[in-house]
């Protein structure tokens, strides 16, 4: 699965944004013998999780970017880490809903267990 997105990657900018999450989720089904209505599920759920994180970098991202200048070094240091964590934190608790999907068969483990890295492909739109 992991070769065949790194190919999806490096054709994103010909696909457009929509084709290539289209084609990213379908082949990720594909990998999980996934059809029919859960195949739509999970493609929801993956699409919902996506955006959730976007959601939450843009967040970390304003957060840093509304520091104000007069701030220390330390203090600009620890709020950007605060910002961090925040967004970390989302970031697992989106994962976790759907590694509890996926469930424990083999191939869905072996995705669970690189879910984060398979995320990455997916927002990488």
Request: glycine letters at 4%; aromatic letters at 10%.
């Given at each position: 699965?992991f070769?065949?997105?790194?190919?999806?990657l490096?054709?994103r900018?010909?696909?457009?944004?929509a084709?290539?999450g289209t084609?990213?989720?379908?082949?990720?089904?594909?990998y999980?013998?996934?059809s029919g209505?859960?195949?739509?599920q999970?493609?929801?759920?993956s699409?919902?999780?996506?955006?959730?994180?976007e959601?939450?970098?843009r967040d970390r991202?304003?957060t840093?970017?509304?520091l104000?200048?007069?701030?220390?070094v330390?203090d600009r240091d620890?709020?950007?880490q605060?910002?961090?964590e925040?967004?970390g934190e989302?970031k697992?608790?989106t994962?976790?809903?759907?590694e509890q999907?996926l469930g424990?068969?083999p191939?869905r483990?072996?995705?669970?267990?690189r879910?984060?890295?398979w995320?990455?492909?997916?927002?990488?739109?």
């Open positions: 699965l070769e065949h997105l790194g190919i999806f490096e054709e900018s010909t696909l457009g944004p084709r290539y084609t990213v989720l379908r082949a990720t089904a594909e999980l013998g996934l209505r859960e195949a739509e999970f493609r929801d759920l699409q919902g999780s996506a955006r959730e994180i959601q939450a970098w991202e304003a840093i970017l509304a104000p200048e007069w701030l220390s330390e620890r709020f950007e605060e910002a961090q925040r967004y989302s697992r608790r994962l976790a809903r759907l999907f424990p068969a191939r483990s072996r995705l669970s267990a879910l984060e890295e995320m990455d492909y997916l927002v990488a739109r």
